[in-house]
Antibody, heavy 120, light 107 residues
Framework: EVQLVESGGGLVQTGGSLKLACAAS????????MHWVRQASGKGLEWVGR??????????TYAASVKGRFTVSRDDSKNTAYLQMNSLKTEDTAVYYC???????????WGQGTMVTVSS | DIQMTQSPSSVSASVGDRVTITCRAS??????LAWYQQKPGKAPKLLIY???SLQSGVPSRFSGSGSGTDFTLTISSLQPEDFATYYC?????????FGQGTRLEIK
């Protein structure tokens, strides 16, 4: 079964750090670009960042709202992607989804999401 | 950044109705557009990619059209399980952006 499973969410104070993990199974993880998308409670979807495959030099791209604070990485030997979040703000409170992207840059596989709450 | 504007923001309809949701991009995005369905407490589900291609396993009552700046998602005959929130998403350039969502409610 093709699936993504996020972990690592929780409650953290403003200025703190948290690292999310996304375990992939059922597909060739190493060949896939992986993205992170978040959704605040009752709000819409916001793209956070992505990491490409080894073939594409593990290139990363970020939303302006997280650039310099968040880092996307991956370990292909563990079929896992990561989102390191530093200098967290209350506005980073959201459900964070790990997603696989297709060749047409559509998000076809989504994890179940992990909740991150940043409290002041 | 490319702004994606959906209309309407919400719509009420009945089972069996035909519903159309519109998505407009602030600049041309060719056919780099996808549509998603999201139900409460669940992750979004891909319905349409490349503006008009139906994702595997998605019922044929869903269809997409458009290119450039104007796109539509049509549900030909609403079923009870279709009541949800729908989002468009552009993948023409970074940052990837989503529309604000259209909530489809039961009349």
């Amino acid at each position: 079964e093709v699936q993504l499973v996020e972990s690592g969410g929780g409650l953290v104070q403003t200025g703190g750090s948290l690292k999310l993990a996304c375990a992939a199974s059922g597909f060739t993880f190493s060949g896939s670009a992986m993205h992170w998308v978040r959704q605040a409670s009752g709000k819409g979807l916001e793209w956070v960042g992505r990491i490409r495959s080894k073939t594409n030099s593990y290139a990363t791209t970020y939303a302006a709202s997280v650039k310099g604070r968040f880092t996307v990485s991956r370990d292909d030997s563990k079929n896992t992607a990561y989102l390191q979040m530093n200098s967290l703000k209350t506005e980073d409170t959201a459900v964070y989804y790990c997603v696989r992207v297709t060749n047409e840059d559509a998000f076809d596989i989504w994890g179940q999401g992990t909740m991150v709450t940043v409290s002041s | 950044d490319i702004q994606m504007t959906q209309s309407p923001s919400s719509v009420s309809a009945s089972v069996g109705d035909r519903v159309t949701i519109t998505c407009r991009a602030s600049q041309p995005i060719s056919s780099w557009l996808a549509w998603y369905q999201q139900k409460p407490g669940k992750a979004p589900k891909l319905l349409i990619y490349a503006a008009s291609s139906l994702q595997s396993g998605v019922p044929s009552r869903f269809s997409g059209s458009g290119s450039g700046t104007d796109f539509t998602l049509t549900i030909s005959s609403l079923q009870p399980e279709d009541f949800a929130t729908y989002y468009c998403q552009q993948a023409n350039s970074f940052p990837i952006t989503f529309g604000q969502g259209t909530r489809l409610e039961i009349k």
